[in-house]
């Protein structure tokens, strides 16, 4: 029992990290990207 | 206020957490035992894993191009001078937890290394080396990154000063990031309320002992546990009510200098060539071997070794991680305009040079004066709480530093208490600034029952456990800050 809570914690462990590899390189769809560089750029002028 | 399901449901938490501290301690002691046990067994590759990735990470941010931007617009200015950053800085990592463990740590590992056959050189250069790595940089490479991208994300980004803030900023606002970002804020409450109370129970342990210590008191029992604890409580409640900000940095500022005295004192009236000595060799021992011990994980070691590793620096790394939401924020909160150079550099490298010539005084003074005979070292094992005040009675003007220690560790208590409370009342309200006096009081009076709850444990070792328990997830939510600040980072011009 200890043994396969041990394997499931790792495999979550491990699932994590994959997770996070994606997340980095992940890019949002073009029509909220637009909407995110607009905002930036309204904030730009803002400043 | 019952509008708010964040609020709600962290309060339900902490006092669930209570009310089964109040009614059956040894059996949250047990289970937080049990608990920390199988994670750190299991998954002690990965905190350590983690740790090292945070700090070679902020040494590459640091070096990097990235290290010109500004935490602010790129016109902004620091806000404080880089004296009274750096003072404060000291002043979030200095806490009752160096006053408690000055020279308790490096013993209590001094006499496992002497237990395992290390020569007593080698045991004492060895000990001092795995305390500066429990309370060096690997610690505040922790701090630094959760500072950092509350920092980046708050000042250049507009984005409200959370743990979740950097989340939802990264990855929008859909209901998936929403609930992640809600997730992790109410981890975030739950981590800072365990912790604190965590210390407000060493604290009140801490002065208890200078007490004992100080009028040779003997069995008191839960009497003087108590009155120092309702003491607190009303030194800490007070200033929830009014905005004392300017009086608590005032005894904030006390306590450190009483801090730093101390240890001058020690240097100075101490041994002062011998602990000279021991500081020069830390400082070489520890950044030699620092990145390396940061990967070490005793993978081949028998299962004495294993476990102390899990009590010890293992243990400490997921403290840390406790810590990181309310450190990082007020790190993040007085680094307006420094780039992030300045910062990496400053939070990494001042406070871990402190920590060397804290337990390069403390702890050397504990070996000198355990080779000298006028320290039994088996006391940290007895009794760990008095080991500071039994090194003090040993040295001139003892009295007058018993009291000093005393009065430092209250006070680090009272302002920790205070700042938490603003904290957790902060992050439960959205990140508002200002909030009700209220919800302040309320979440002082949680801070001072779930403090209660690890005093009746009566137990540092299973304070520790409950803390670690309540930080478990943190390991992974500081991985996803860091993603969510490389991958915004990388696409600023530089």
Known sequence: MMGLLDTLMNLFVFAFIGLLIWLYFYEPKKESKKRDDQQRTLEFKNR | MFKNPLLLIALA???GVSIWGIIDTQGLSNFASEQVKITLRSRGWFVMLTVSFLLITSFILALSKFGKIKLGRDDDEPEFSTMSWLTMMFAAGMGVGLLFYGAAEPITHYLFL?????????AASNA???TLFNWGLHAWAIYGVTALAIAYFGFRKDVP???SGPIRATFGNNPLVRGTGWLVDLLSIYAIAIGLAGSLALGVFQVQDGIITLLNLKNTGMGLTLTIFGILCAAYILPLTVDLSKGMAVLSNTALIIAVALMVFLLLFGPTSFLMNGIVEAIGQYFYQALPAGFSTLAYFEEGAKVWFESWSLNYMVWWLAWAPFVGVFIARISRGRTIREFILGVLLA?????IFWFGVFGGLGFYQSAASQLDPAIVQEN???????LLGNMPLSKLTIVATSVAAFLFIVTSVVSAAYVLAMFSTGGSQNPSVKIKLIWGVILGVLGLVMILSGSVGAIRNIIAMSAGPFVFVILLLLVCL???IKNEKV
Do not use: D, E, R, Y
Request: hydrophobic share 45%; proline share 12%; aromatic share 10%.
């Open chain 2, 13 to 15: 938490l902490t006092i």
């Open chain 2, 114 to 122: 002497a237990g395992q056959g290390a020569p007593p050189p080698k």
């Open chain 2, 128 to 130: 001092m080396l795995i």
């Open chain 2, 161 to 163: 000063q959370l743990v």
């Open chain 2, 351 to 355: 406070p871990t040079f402190f920590s």
């Open chain 2, 384 to 390: 760990i709480n008095q080991t500071t005040f039994l």
């Open chain 2, 486 to 488: 490389l991958k915004t």
